[in-house]
């Protein structure tokens, strides 16, 4: 079965700096992935989705990329704010019966 | 548009009670689930539903049980719970089944077994 791995429990930067988060899955290239974005006591919120024949996909300060040779998602954040610090989750179709599957997500502290 | 609504939002049960988390969503959204997440272990899909009258298991589904009379409510029972149920539950929707559309998420419950 697929499996996700958001390589870093944790990302600490500097405010002004580009974050950089990875999201790695193990066998079968997915049709797409999508990233959320989630803060503490609230659901997660859908932030961009990513097609296999999409090499790159942007939304103002966001830019996501799927590579399906190296079967990896960066997930990039530039100009980082301190408003940007929350955990990130990668998710893709990979369930038995297609549906999603999450990583366990990245925490990213953006320091002013 | 609430969209996705949860509750409670809090709940402390004893080993063996039982009891409904509910859900609903007015997005007219045919693709609904349940997830639970716990440290470490991400979201995990405990039952899903493509349309009313249509439910299914996901990777977790044991001790849980669902169904789906409307479009628009979906609610969780735990028919006997345990403590290792403690967890926060995670309604979501979307307008697509197989899920390559954004899926909407609820507040979430959370939930104490003790």
């Known amino acids: 079965s697929q499996k996700i791995e958001q390589n870093s429990e944790a990302l600490n930067i500097q405010e002004g700096k580009t974050a950089t988060l990875t999201c790695n899955y193990t066998?079968?290239?997915?049709?797409?992935l999508q990233w959320y974005r989630q803060d503490p006591g609230r659901g997660p919120v859908f932030l961009l989705l990513i097609r296999e024949n999409e090499k790159e996909k942007r939304k103002e300060r966001l830019k996501v990329t799927f590579d399906t040779t190296l079967k990896q998602s960066l997930f990039h954040i530039t100009a980082s704010q301190p408003a940007d610090s929350a955990t990130y989750l990668c998710?893709?179709?990979?369930?038995?019966?297609?549906?999603?599957?999450f990583g366990k997500g990245t925490k990213l502290s953006v320091k002013p | 548009n609430a969209g996705v609504t949860q509750t409670p939002k809090f709940q402390v049960l004893k080993t063996g009670q039982s009891m409904t988390l509910q859900c609903a969503q007015d997005?007219?959204?045919?693709?609904m689930s349940w997830y639970r997440q716990d440290p470490g272990m991400g979201l995990r899909l405990i039952h899903y539903?493509?349309?009313?009258?249509?439910?299914d298991q996901g990777e977790v589904p044991n001790g849980y049980n669902v169904s789906r009379s409307t479009t628009e409510d979906f609610p969780l029972r735990l028919l006997s719970a345990a403590p290792s149920q403690t967890s926060v539950y995670f309604c979501?929707?979307?307008?697509?089944?197989?899920?390559?559309?954004?899926?909407?998420f609820g507040p979430g419950t959370r939930l104490t077994v003790l």
């Open positions: 539903s493509v349309g009313a009258g249509i439910t």
């Open positions: 997005m007219n959204h045919e693709y």
């Open positions: 998710a893709l179709e990979g369930g038995s019966q297609g549906n999603l599957i």
């Open positions: 066998n079968y290239s997915p049709a797409y």
């Open positions: 979501a929707s979307s307008y697509e089944f197989r899920n390559s559309g954004e899926q909407f």
